[in-house]
């Protein structure tokens, strides 16, 4: 099977899982659970088709709406079994990150021919499904947590264009940029890293400015 085939469905699927989970924590109904799952899963790649000007994947395959829906429904009635919901949440989307800013790169490096519009479509689709689910369950955004996220999804991004440059087939470059993606997601998540921060100086007031 075609490894980036293999990354959609599962970019879809787990990002559809922390979506769901994010409901859970809510305590919605069935529908929010498989709205949250629906929104979440879609909506990356939703935004990255709109940028790049393709036909939605979801239009033209509603398999993948049926696939948020399922996974939806899954997490409906096996939540109550995860103890910490929230951390679960973190690591799963870590997986989605990892997948799709593979993914996002493939399609956008295949459908512009730039390594620079890859990187920034792989970014988009790895990223922007996490931030729709976070903000609609008033949760803390993930772009907002101290450890690495969005440099997690560039990294796959960046391994995955430059190893297609460098001449490697698709499968080896799948899989290298997507365990580079999850190593630095990953150790973000259990090591705390993070990229440093800006640290703000004291304004100067008026009267010292010539």
Request: hydrophobic share 55%; proline share 6%.
């Amino acid at each position: 099977m075609n490894p980036l085939l293999i990354l959609d469905y599962a970019g879809v699927a787990v990002f559809a899982a922390t979506g769901a989970l994010a409901a859970s924590r809510k305590q919605l109904d069935i529908i929010g659970f498989l709205f949250f799952a629906g929104v979440t899963g879609t909506g990356g790649g939703t935004l990255r088709d709109l940028v790049l000007g393709l036909p939605v994947f979801w239009v033209v395959n509603p398999t993948y709406v049926a696939v948020c829906a399922v996974v939806g429904g899954l997490v409906y009635f096996t939540a109550h079994l995860v103890e910490s919901r929230y951390r679960l949440l973190l690591w799963l989307d870590a997986v989605g990150l990892s997948a799709y800013g593979v993914l996002g790169a493939a399609v956008g490096l295949a459908a512009s021919g730039s390594p620079i519009v890859a990187l920034v479509t792989g970014v988009l689709t790895a990223t922007f499904g996490g931030i729709i689910r976070d903000l609609l369950a008033g949760e803390p955004s993930v772009l907002l947590r101290p450890e690495i996220y969005v440099s997690a999804a560039l990294t796959g991004a960046a391994v995955f264009t430059g190893a297609d440059l460098a001449g490697l087939t698709l499968a080896p470059a799948s899989l290298m940029a997507f365990a580079a993606a999850f190593l630095v997601r990953g150790g973000a998540l259990r090591f705390g890293w993070t990229v440093p921060r800006y640290k703000p100086r004291p304004g100067r007031r008026p009267e010292d400015i010539p």
